[in-house]
Nanobody, 123 residues
């Protein structure tokens, strides 16, 4: 069965970095685009970034630009989100999700979701 497995969350100090991983099974990065979403406590889930190997492109939202970097490793069939200089606005649940072929701009297009991983910023 197709599956996304996440890892890399945790507790960090403000200004530190964290790298999230999303490992794919049952399909490849060419078949589905992979996006990262986040959901802060009491807030709606929002898209952070997306990578489409089929298009050969990455797409960042304003959240990610200049701060987070999405990347893919075809050999490992894994997508990463490198988060640098984390601030108090970054805590919450982070999710990777897959959409057919290319990146979409609404959550409904993402057919498969990872289990989520928690990012906490120390006070």
């Amino acid at each position: 069965q197709a599956q996304l497995a996440q890892s890399g969350g945790g507790l960090v100090q403000p200004g530190e970095s964290l790298k999230l991983s999303c490992s794919l099974s049952g399909f490849t990065l060419f078949d589905y685009a992979i996006a990262w979403f986040r959901q802060a406590p009491g807030k709606e889930r929002e898209r952070v970034s997306c990578i489409s190997m089929k298009e050969g492109k990455t797409f960042d939202t304003d959240i990610a630009k200049g701060r987070f970097t999405i990347s893919g490793d075809n050999a490992r069939n894994t997508v990463y989100l490198q988060m640098n200089n984390l601030g108090p606005e970054e805590p919450g649940g982070y999710y990777c999700a897959a959409s057919p072929g290319y990146c979409h701009y609404n959550e409904g297009a993402y057919e498969l979701w990872g289990q989520g991983t928690q990012v906490t910023i120390a006070a």
